[in-house]
Nanobody, 124 residues
Framework: QVQLVESGGGLVQAGGSLRLSCAAS????????MGWFRQAPGKEREFVAL????????QYTDSVKGRFTISRDNAKNTVYLQMNSLKPDDTAVYYC?????????????????WGQGTQVTVSS
């Protein structure tokens, strides 16, 4: 059974940076496309970024383009989300998830395994 554990969240002022990490265990990490999602209080979970198995393909939601960067290290079974120029609207619980299908997707219902989430709070 694959497990995902996020870390790196915290409280930061607007304009600051954080790097989230998601460590996988119990599976073959390089077989999985990986995604980051977030959920703010009272809102639905939304797609943030995804990265393909090899790391060659990435995709971002419009609101984070140019500020966030997703990457992965298959040797370390870890996916990262570098978040720069953070805004108060980025405040949410951030989740990583894995997708075993061959077609990349931003739909959370297509992701089979989720981490427990890490809180990111951006103060104004």
């Amino acid at each position: 059974q694959v497990q995902l554990v996020e870390s790196g969240g915290g409280l930061v002022q607007a304009g600051g940076s954080l790097r989230l990490s998601c460590a996988a265990s119990g599976g073959t990490f390089s077989n999985y496309n990986m995604g980051w999602f977030r959920q703010a209080p009272g809102k639905e979970r939304e797609f943030v970024a995804l990265i393909s198995r090899s790391g060659l393909w990435t995709q971002y939601t419009d609101s984070v383009k140019g500020r966030f960067t997703i990457s992965r290290d298959n040797a370390k079974n870890t996916v990262y989300l570098q978040m720069n120029s953070l805004k108060p609207d980025d405040t949410a619980v951030y989740y990583c998830a894995l997708h075993t299908g061959s077609v990349l997707t931003i739909r959370p219902q297509n992701y089979a395994v989720w981490g427990q989430g890490t809180q990111v709070t951006v103060s104004s």
